[in-house]
């Protein structure tokens, strides 16, 4: 380094001094940091997670895609309280997934988060009408006394208002379209009002135009009933549609597309959106495939500091034994 570039110390208060203020811990709906879960199946070990770190704020909508196998669907049965990761932490709203006693994980799958499946059958039971699946989770939380029952009846309509299906509150799944069956799906999860729902390829047995309109429904969700929404999903339409893209690859989030809505001098409204690499907590990243094959760079990498930014180059340096 020479005398003219700052040192590491003056970078250092610099960056500080012009950071935003961190997100206060109030605001985090999800924080998972390191997560593991290794799977044994007939001797051999398969590590579905490895070290996975994801914050996901109060009130955000979050699509989370990936190629199969990369462990989306692993990571969402943990924060459901379907499975125990093997290690690291995972809290959702001040539950501690790994911590939790049978009681309170009983507690937490009934009140504190919703699920919605992709296999629309899978969501609803199929004897009971759409309000009857609605109204159960409610029962089940065994919430009595005066008012009860009132008060089940006007969250049940409430939820067939919002998701658009109060003329289909009669009906049995058998007699409903896999698309109103998703409507009833999300509000059967919505029930007991749940700060998180949590949705695994929710749009994947529908067609492209039904499926749009699902996801308009989580929308709706999340904005009117302030659900912090988390889905899963390969539809590239649902992923454009959201404010964050969390991409995870080998059991880690790799890279992450936060998109906003810019307005310009002529008051004409646009979405930018911006690719970020995950930085983990011993300073790995996972620079894009393109990027290093672009510049054919592989093993090595040379790393320099620059006043606001880390500079990667390809390793050009002579092999000292050659
Ligand atoms: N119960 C299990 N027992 C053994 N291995 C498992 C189990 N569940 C998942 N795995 C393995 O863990 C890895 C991650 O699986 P996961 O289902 O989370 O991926 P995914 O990203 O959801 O894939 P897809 O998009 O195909 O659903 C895979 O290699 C899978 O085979």
Same mark, same amino acid.
């Given at each position: 380094m020479n005398s003219e570039q700052p040192t590491y110390e003056e970078l250092r208060r610099q960056a500080l001094a012009a950071a935003e203020p961190r997100t206060r811990r109030a605001d985090t709906a999800i924080a998972c940091d390191r997560l593991v879960r290794i799977f044994s199946a007939d001797g051999v070990e398969v590590q579905a997670l490895q070290g996975l770190e994801l914050a996901v704020e109060r009130g955000d909508l979050v699509a989370l895609v990936g190629a199969s196998g990369s462990g989306k669907s692993t990571l969402l049965n943990i924060l459901a309280g379907l499975d125990v990761p093997t290690a690291g932490s995972a809290t959702v709203e001040g539950f501690d997934l790994l911590g939790m006693s049978a009681k309170d994980r009983l507690r937490y799958r009934r009140e504190a988060v919703g699920f919605v499946w992709q296999q629309t059958a899978r969501n609803l039971l199929p004897f009971l009408t759409a309000a009857q699946n609605i109204a159960l989770p409610m029962q089940l939380t065994g919430r009595r006394g005066r008012g009860a029952a009132g008060r089940q009846a006007d969250r049940v309509a409430r939820l067939l208002e919002a998701l658009e299906i109060s003329d289909l509150a009669d009906r049995r799944p058998a007699e409903l379209s *896999?698309?109103?069956?998703?409507?009833?799906?999300? %509000?059967?999860?919505? @029930?007991?009002?749940?700060?998180?729902?949590?949705?695994?390829?929710?749009? *994947?047995?529908?067609?492209?135009?039904?499926?749009? %309109?699902?996801?308009? @429904?989580?929308?709706?969700?999340?904005?009117?009933?302030?659900?912090?929404?988390?889905?899963?999903t390969h539809d590239p339409l649902v992923a454009g549609e959201v404010r964050r893209t969390v991409a995870i690859r080998d059991g880690r989030t790799s890279s992450e597309v936060l998109r906003r809505t810019v307005t310009d001098e002529h008051g004409a409204e646009s979405v930018s959106e911006r690719e970020y690499v995950m930085l983990d907590r011993t300073g790995r990243v996972q620079l894009p495939h393109k990027f290093l094959e672009a510049l054919g760079m592989e093993h090595r990498v040379a790393v320099d500091l620059a006043a606001d930014h880390i500079e990667v180059r390809p390793d050009t340096a002579q092999d000292p034994s050659a």
């Open positions: *896999g698309g109103q069956q998703q409507r009833v799906a999300i %509000a059967v999860a919505m @029930a007991n009002d749940p700060a998180v729902l949590l949705a695994d390829e929710p749009t *994947g047995e529908l067609d492209s135009e039904t499926g749009a %309109a699902i996801f308009e @429904a989580f929308r709706t969700v999340n904005r009117e009933l302030g659900a912090t929404v988390v889905i899963v």
